[in-house]
């Protein structure tokens, strides 16, 4: 098993450009999450989804869609890159089910992007 | 506000050392995640507690509940443990990160 795949693992775009990261499990897990991790600051959520076709927004949503059109893809989209957007995205997937939804996340080995 | 704080920011200590992380929460939770992130900047999953206490090798995490508090405990510790350590809590969907505590144990 691959785990969580994200891509690219590195990228410099310029302000004002577009850009998707790409985020691929291959667990059927049902959730889905991306989290951005600034320096000296813990991870932030920004937007999570709990299956195909569902998402929602977590703390710091601004700048950013998603789309969940499949359980294994969960695509992070910037529109208009900006400087506050440089920053490690994670992320991470996890099963929840018959019982509760007390599983662990795995993640991903983040993409590193800077905004110039 | 910071929904998750640990303490200590930063640990050094001695190769074989009894070292001892923080955490504690303000929000309720369903379960209190502790995870490793490597120098290379991978994050793995350690633990998930709801309650009481869990070990996996020389890793101890404990939760207590009514205070809003869990701990980290590695025993014997080895160079290889340096990492940093990031307490996460999950309430309803939403999940909240300590910002870390970097560990460096020296041989």
């Known amino acids: 098993n691959a785990g969580v795949t994200q891509t690219p693992k590195f990228r410099i775009l310029k302000i004002g450009q577009s850009m998707t990261l790409q985020c691929a499990q291959d667990?059927?897990?049902?959730?889905m999450y991306w989290y951005r991790q600034d320096p000296g600051m813990g991870l932030k959520l920004i937007y999570y989804?709990?299956?195909?076709?569902i998402t929602d927004k977590g703390e710091v949503p601004n700048g950013y869609n998603v789309s969940r059109s499949t359980t294994e893809d969960f695509p992070l989209r910037l529109e208009l890159a900006a400087p506050s957007q440089t920053s490690v995205y994670f992320c991470a997937s996890r099963m929840t089910g018959w019982g509760g939804g007390n599983q662990p996340q795995h993640f991903g080995d983040g993409t590193r992007l800077s905004i110039l | 506000k910071n929904e998750v704080e640990q303490s200590p920011q930063n640990l050094t200590a001695q190769e074989g050392e009894f070292i001892t992380i923080n955490c504690s929460y303000s929000v309720g939770i369903s379960a209190l995640h502790w995870l490793q992130q490597h120098p290379g900047g991978g994050i793995v999953s350690l633990f998930m507690l709801s309650s009481g206490k869990k070990k996996h090798g020389r890793l101890i995490a404990t939760i207590n509940i009514q205070e809003k508090h869990s701990s980290l405990h590695i025993t014997a510790s080895h160079p290889r443990d340096s990492a940093v350590y990031i307490c996460?809590?999950?309430?309803?969907?939403?999940?909240?990160f300590g910002t870390g505590t970097s560990l460096t144990v020296i041989p």
């Open positions: 996460a809590v999950r309430t309803g969907n939403q999940f909240y």
């Open positions: 989804s709990v299956g195909a076709g």
């Open positions: 667990m059927n897990h049902n959730y």
